[in-house]
Protein backbone atom coordinates (compact mmCIF):
# COMPACT_ATOMS: atom_id res chain seq x y z
CA UNK A 1 0.00 0.00 0.00
CA UNK A 2 1.65 3.38 -1.04
CA UNK A 3 1.79 5.97 1.81
CA UNK A 4 -1.10 7.87 -0.51
CA UNK A 5 -3.24 4.94 -0.04
CA UNK A 6 -2.89 5.10 3.53
CA UNK A 7 -3.72 8.50 3.63
CA UNK A 8 -7.06 7.81 1.68
CA UNK A 9 -8.08 5.31 4.25
CA UNK A 10 -7.45 7.28 7.03
CA UNK A 11 -9.32 10.73 5.63
CA UNK A 12 -12.36 8.06 4.96
CA UNK A 13 -12.18 6.82 8.71
CA UNK A 14 -11.35 10.29 9.64
CA UNK A 15 -8.29 11.50 11.65
CA UNK A 16 -10.18 12.08 14.38
CA UNK A 17 -11.50 8.31 14.75
CA UNK A 18 -8.64 6.45 13.47
CA UNK A 19 -6.52 8.60 16.25
CA UNK A 20 -7.20 6.15 19.51
CA UNK A 21 -5.77 3.42 17.10
CA UNK A 22 -2.58 5.59 15.65
CA UNK A 23 -1.78 6.26 19.49
CA UNK A 24 -2.28 2.29 20.45
CA UNK A 25 0.24 1.50 17.56
CA UNK A 26 2.72 3.87 18.46
CA UNK A 27 2.68 6.27 15.51
CA UNK A 28 2.27 3.20 12.71
CA UNK A 29 0.05 3.72 10.43
CA UNK A 30 0.29 0.53 8.67
CA UNK A 31 -0.25 -1.71 11.65
CA UNK A 32 -3.21 0.91 13.00
CA UNK A 33 -5.21 0.21 10.00
CA UNK A 34 -4.36 -4.00 10.38
CA UNK A 35 -6.10 -2.92 14.28
CA UNK A 36 -8.89 -0.95 12.86
CA UNK A 37 -9.94 -3.80 10.70
CA UNK A 38 -9.50 -6.37 13.22
CA UNK A 39 -11.49 -3.93 15.67
CA UNK A 40 -13.93 -4.30 13.06
CA UNK A 41 -14.01 -8.12 12.88
CA UNK A 42 -14.28 -8.66 16.51
CA UNK A 43 -17.26 -6.49 16.47
CA UNK A 44 -18.63 -8.35 13.75
CA UNK A 45 -18.19 -11.72 15.48
CA UNK A 46 -19.48 -10.72 18.92
CA UNK A 47 -22.46 -9.32 17.52
CA UNK A 48 -24.08 -12.37 17.46
CA UNK A 49 -23.94 -13.44 20.69
CA UNK A 50 -24.80 -10.20 21.85
CA UNK A 51 -27.94 -10.43 19.51
CA UNK A 52 -28.80 -13.68 20.71
CA UNK A 53 -28.53 -12.62 24.41
CA UNK A 54 -30.80 -9.60 23.60
CA UNK A 55 -33.40 -11.49 21.98
CA UNK A 56 -33.53 -14.15 24.32
CA UNK A 57 -33.43 -11.98 27.24
CA UNK A 58 -36.12 -9.74 26.23
CA UNK A 59 -38.12 -12.78 25.51
CA UNK A 60 -37.91 -14.44 28.43
CA UNK A 61 -38.66 -11.63 30.98
CA UNK A 62 -41.44 -10.72 28.62
CA UNK A 63 -43.07 -14.37 29.22
CA UNK A 64 -42.46 -14.37 32.99
CA UNK A 65 -44.30 -10.98 33.28
CA UNK A 66 -46.89 -12.20 31.01
CA UNK A 67 -47.21 -15.09 32.80
CA UNK A 68 -47.53 -13.04 36.50
CA UNK A 69 -49.77 -10.42 35.10
CA UNK A 70 -52.05 -12.42 32.84
CA UNK A 71 -51.84 -10.57 29.80
CA UNK A 72 -48.67 -10.12 27.03
CA UNK A 73 -49.65 -6.36 27.64
CA UNK A 74 -48.80 -6.21 30.75
CA UNK A 75 -47.69 -2.83 30.88
CA UNK A 76 -51.15 -1.71 30.51
CA UNK A 77 -51.96 -2.84 33.56
CA UNK A 78 -51.94 -0.32 35.94
CA UNK A 79 -50.21 -2.22 38.98
CA UNK A 80 -47.98 -3.93 36.18
CA UNK A 81 -46.44 -0.57 34.69
CA UNK A 82 -42.85 0.28 34.82
CA UNK A 83 -41.49 3.58 35.90
CA UNK A 84 -42.36 6.70 33.78
CA UNK A 85 -39.51 6.78 31.69
CA UNK A 86 -40.07 2.63 30.66
CA UNK A 87 -43.28 3.42 29.85
CA UNK A 88 -42.30 6.28 28.20
CA UNK A 89 -40.04 3.61 25.92
CA UNK A 90 -43.36 1.91 25.30
CA UNK A 91 -45.52 5.25 24.33
CA UNK A 92 -42.63 5.70 22.20
CA UNK A 93 -42.19 2.15 20.45
CA UNK A 94 -45.87 2.06 19.92
CA UNK A 95 -46.00 5.49 18.44
CA UNK A 96 -42.94 3.86 15.76
CA UNK A 97 -45.13 1.00 15.02
CA UNK A 98 -48.04 3.47 13.71
CA UNK A 99 -45.95 5.47 11.64
CA UNK A 100 -44.79 2.49 9.71
CA UNK A 101 -48.29 1.33 9.16
CA UNK A 102 -47.67 -1.46 11.63
CA UNK A 103 -50.02 -2.82 14.83
CA UNK A 104 -48.93 -2.24 18.18
CA UNK A 105 -49.44 -6.02 18.84
CA UNK A 106 -47.07 -6.51 22.32
CA UNK A 107 -45.28 -8.60 20.12
CA UNK A 108 -44.06 -6.17 17.94
CA UNK A 109 -43.94 -3.37 20.90
CA UNK A 110 -42.07 -5.89 22.42
CA UNK A 111 -39.46 -6.58 19.78
CA UNK A 112 -39.05 -2.30 19.05
CA UNK A 113 -37.78 -1.99 23.00
CA UNK A 114 -34.26 -1.55 23.29
CA UNK A 115 -32.07 -3.51 25.23
CA UNK A 116 -31.38 -1.08 27.94
CA UNK A 117 -35.20 -1.17 28.47
CA UNK A 118 -34.67 -4.86 29.51
CA UNK A 119 -32.14 -4.34 31.42
CA UNK A 120 -33.76 -2.08 33.05
CA UNK A 121 -36.59 -4.37 34.21
CA UNK A 122 -33.96 -6.61 36.76
CA UNK A 123 -32.46 -2.73 38.55
CA UNK A 124 -34.51 -1.58 41.14
CA UNK A 125 -36.68 0.93 38.76
CA UNK A 126 -36.21 3.72 41.14
CA UNK A 127 -39.36 4.49 42.08
CA UNK A 128 -41.05 1.92 40.24
CA UNK A 129 -40.22 -0.53 42.99
CA UNK A 130 -39.04 -3.12 40.45
CA UNK A 131 -37.75 -5.62 43.53
CA UNK A 132 -41.26 -5.83 45.00
CA UNK A 133 -43.12 -5.76 41.86
CA UNK A 134 -41.03 -8.17 39.14
CA UNK A 135 -38.38 -9.56 40.62
CA UNK A 136 -39.52 -10.75 43.95
CA UNK A 137 -42.47 -12.68 42.63
CA UNK A 138 -42.03 -13.28 39.15
CA UNK A 139 -38.08 -12.23 37.21
CA UNK A 140 -36.11 -14.26 40.25
CA UNK A 141 -37.69 -17.73 38.86
CA UNK A 142 -35.54 -16.67 35.52
CA UNK A 143 -31.96 -16.44 37.26
CA UNK A 144 -32.14 -18.64 39.86
CA UNK A 145 -29.04 -18.64 41.88
CA UNK A 146 -28.33 -14.75 40.82
CA UNK A 147 -28.29 -11.96 43.10
CA UNK A 148 -30.13 -9.29 41.27
CA UNK A 149 -27.62 -6.58 41.75
CA UNK A 150 -25.14 -8.57 39.69
CA UNK A 151 -27.06 -9.77 37.45
CA UNK A 152 -27.93 -5.76 36.43
CA UNK A 153 -24.57 -5.12 36.79
CA UNK A 154 -23.31 -7.79 34.30
CA UNK A 155 -26.47 -6.55 31.83
CA UNK A 156 -25.54 -3.25 31.94
CA UNK A 157 -21.98 -4.41 31.08
CA UNK A 158 -23.07 -6.03 27.94
CA UNK A 159 -25.67 -3.36 27.53
CA UNK A 160 -22.23 -1.04 26.92
CA UNK A 161 -20.37 -3.41 24.91
CA UNK A 162 -23.82 -3.79 22.25
CA UNK A 163 -23.74 -0.18 22.09
CA UNK A 164 -20.09 0.34 21.36
CA UNK A 165 -20.35 -2.57 18.78
CA UNK A 166 -24.07 -1.21 17.00
CA UNK A 167 -22.29 2.52 16.71
CA UNK A 168 -19.26 1.10 15.36
CA UNK A 169 -17.29 2.11 18.32
CA UNK A 170 -13.72 0.90 19.17
CA UNK A 171 -13.63 -2.67 21.45
CA UNK A 172 -10.32 -3.59 21.08
CA UNK A 173 -9.57 -2.11 24.27
CA UNK A 174 -11.81 -4.21 26.49
CA UNK A 175 -11.15 -7.45 27.55
CA UNK A 176 -13.33 -9.14 24.78
CA UNK A 177 -12.83 -12.81 25.75
CA UNK A 178 -14.45 -11.90 29.23
CA UNK A 179 -17.24 -10.14 27.64
CA UNK A 180 -18.01 -13.32 25.51
CA UNK A 181 -17.83 -15.44 28.41
CA UNK A 182 -20.05 -13.32 29.82
CA UNK A 183 -22.73 -12.81 27.11
CA UNK A 184 -22.68 -16.76 26.80
CA UNK A 185 -23.55 -17.37 30.86
CA UNK A 186 -25.97 -14.43 31.02
CA UNK A 187 -27.67 -16.47 28.07
CA UNK A 188 -27.45 -19.90 29.53
CA UNK A 189 -29.40 -18.60 32.02
CA UNK A 190 -32.22 -17.96 29.64
CA UNK A 191 -31.73 -19.65 26.59
CA UNK A 192 -29.54 -22.63 27.30
CA UNK A 193 -29.51 -24.45 24.17
CA UNK A 194 -28.95 -20.91 22.63
CA UNK A 195 -26.01 -20.92 24.97
CA UNK A 196 -24.77 -24.17 24.05
CA UNK A 197 -24.75 -23.17 20.27
CA UNK A 198 -22.31 -20.08 21.18
CA UNK A 199 -20.05 -22.34 23.00
CA UNK A 200 -19.86 -24.81 19.78
CA UNK A 201 -19.49 -22.73 17.14
CA UNK A 202 -18.81 -18.92 17.71
CA UNK A 203 -16.32 -17.05 16.01
CA UNK A 204 -15.44 -14.96 18.58
CA UNK A 205 -12.49 -17.52 20.51
CA UNK A 206 -10.64 -17.90 16.64
CA UNK A 207 -11.01 -14.14 16.19
CA UNK A 208 -9.41 -13.28 19.41
CA UNK A 209 -6.63 -15.50 18.77
CA UNK A 210 -6.12 -13.73 15.32
CA UNK A 211 -5.15 -10.29 16.69
CA UNK A 212 -1.29 -10.45 17.16
CA UNK A 213 -1.01 -12.32 14.19
CA UNK A 214 -3.22 -9.56 12.20
CA UNK A 215 -1.00 -6.67 13.84
CA UNK A 216 2.17 -8.21 12.53
CA UNK A 217 1.10 -9.04 8.98
CA UNK A 218 1.29 -12.62 9.64
CA UNK A 219 -2.34 -13.33 8.82
CA UNK A 220 -4.48 -11.41 6.30
CA UNK A 221 -6.81 -8.41 7.50
CA UNK A 222 -10.68 -9.64 6.76
CA UNK A 223 -13.56 -7.22 6.07
Known sequence: MTNSGEEQLVQAISPERFQPFLDECRGDVVVALRLYAWDAEAARALHSPLR???????????????GKFGRSDWWNLPRAQPNRW?????????????????????????ATLSFGFWVGLVSTGGHGNYDMKYWYPAL???????????????LEVMRTLRNRVA??????????DEDFRTAVELTALVAPA???RHEKYSQVPAVLARRARVLSGEEEIVL
Open 167 to 176: HHERIYHRRL
Open 86 to 110: AMEDIRDAEDKLRRRGNGTAPCDVV
Open 52 to 66: DLEVSLRNRIHRQLT
Open 194 to 196: LAA
Open 140 to 154: RHCFKGVRRTDLHKQ
